[in-house]
């Protein structure tokens, strides 16, 4: 049919094509607006569960210092520990009231239920701050300190999978928004790790010692820490086109804490490696560290400021861009429905013939059915190609057959001895030079073995090549039968035989005496209608003493192998060191 007759088809069908455009479109588009509304709201909870670890940290610093002061507890000291509760538990508060707001879904239940858990061991942590705080100064065990400290440090961690489960809902439903959430979690993780690092020192600045060695360790790991997050935060906040606001708020902490801190660590850090002479208590070291440290939730809070604003912007776009949607997808569908139905019938047709020609070709098969052509046209054109192609893969594949079957006998004839079907001396090689590399690695001894049938050419002239044939033959049997798993066997040349064995000398000797018995059992049909024995002269030499050289072991080897012959054949001789050395 010509693609003019088609035309009042066409016009037919696209009233129903207009009305399902236009549902899927503001379908879709309330869809993309409901995620973008989620990611806000994941934003403003995000922000709460940031606040909520915030004053978990915040309330460290006051512990800290009440930790190291004296007991009773000044007036001043008790004040700042209470309001520093008080406001964490109202951030817990807020925040498990968000959480409940949106506790339909199992994720939300999961978060709530782990706030719970962090909630209770923040319970846990206060009592043992409390019961120290009981205790006279001098009192109060290292130990003990270091326990409450990590007590109130192990609180915040719990709430990760809450703030991650808001980090995922954010970006997913806004994926611009990756960068400023992802920042500002960064940032209030590296906010926790530089208080992590000022409580690692509370307990030496208490007792005013210098760092056991398993502070020192945990304040370099912590110090690292912060290293990889400060370039982590710097990564997002230095993106071309930042907002201002959070190029300062990051020059901000770079200038207070990265800067102005490092004389005040260096000082501790100093202290602490020598004499544990600090110079002042926990309590004057947060009144001092902390304010550059807090200008972390600063900037935490410009990339949340941030994200909002993306939010928000990404919202009017898409509300825009849903009502433009709906008004070009009328126009749209006209076309849309017309190239449809052309494309189904004079190409997209043919073309899925053609495609599982074509997949037929991938897995190998040649003779997928191809369509008829409707016209001679380009798609015409096509199968005709993709016929000829089936024609040239089937002469392909029978040629790769042909070839593969070639290489592989040619593979097997350069590693295989043509008579008794052993390696030969090239395949043993390659294989004794890969045992020998592992054996260094390992360490595991090896043993060279090296034997000669005796008197084969007496054997050879008097029996003849048959009968000597017939011989090599049945040693090779012997060596198949009485070699291990893990060892190698070749025949090395004429009627010589080589064996890297896997063991030490006892274990090489003892499997060269079973080998020499055994070859002493093989019998050999002569012309004459009789049976003939053979004998063998085995020669062993051991990496241990001779190193693990592949050309050393079998020289002093046959060394020992012609000792055996000289010594009245028949035997095993192991191989003398003779001040040898790898």
Known sequence: ???????????????????????????????????????????????????????????????????????????????????????????????????????????????????????????????????????????????????????????????????????????????????????????????????????????????????????????????????????????????????????????????????????????????GQTDGAYGMDPAAFAARYVPAMNTLFGLRDQLLVQAAAITQAELQKLRTRLQWGASASVLLLALLAATVVVLYRRVLGPLRGVTLALDGLTRGDFNAPLPQPRANDEIAAVIGAVARLQEVSRDRQQLEADRQVMIEQLRTQSSTDFLTGLPNRRAFVEAAERELARARRSGNPLVAVLLDIDHFKQFNDRYGHNAGDHALLGVAQTLRLTLRAGDLVARYGGEEFVLLVQGDLAVGLAFAERLRAAIAQVRVATPDGGLQGVSASLGVADSPQFGLLLDALLLRADEAMYRAKALGRDQVVVAESLGWAS
Do not use: K
């Open 1 to 271: 049919m010509r693609l003019r007759h088609l035309l009042p088809l066409l016009t037919l069908t696209l009233g129903l094509l207009l009305t399902s455009l236009l549902s899927w479109r503001v379908n879709q588009g309330w869809r993309i607006a409901q995620a973008a509304e989620r990611a806000e709201a994941a934003v403003v909870q995000l922000g709460v569960a940031l606040r909520a670890a915030e004053m978990v940290s915040r309330e460290r610093g006051p512990t800290n210092g009440a930790l190291g002061a004296v007991q009773p507890p000044t007036p001043a000291v008790v004040q700042a520990l209470r309001e520093a509760r008080d406001r964490t538990d109202l951030a817990w508060r807020v925040f498990g009231a968000a959480l409940v707001a949106d506790a339909n879904a199992a994720r939300e239940r999961e978060a709530a239920a782990r706030l719970q858990d962090a909630g209770e061991a923040l319970a846990q942590a206060r009592a043992a701050v409390d019961r120290l705080l009981a205790l006279p100064l001098d009192a109060r065990e290292p130990q003990a300190i270091r326990s409450a400290v990590a007590g109130m440090v192990a609180v915040v961690p719990m709430l990760a999978p809450a703030v991650e489960l808001l980090v995922h809902d954010a970006t997913q439903g806004l994926p611009r928004l990756s960068d400023a959430v992802q920042g500002a979690r960064l940032t209030a993780e590296l906010r926790e790790y530089t208080g992590l690092l000022g409580s690692h020192f509370t307990a030496p600045l208490a007792r005013r010692e210098p760092f056991t060695p398993a502070e020192r360790a945990a304040i370099e790991r912590t110090r690292g820490r912060i290293d990889q997050l400060r370039a982590l935060v710097e990564l997002r906040v230095r993106l071309p086109g930042q907002d201002p606001s959070v190029v300062r708020g990051w020059q901000m902490v770079e200038e207070h804490y990265f800067t102005g801190a490092d004389e005040l660590l260096g000082q501790v850090m100093a202290a």
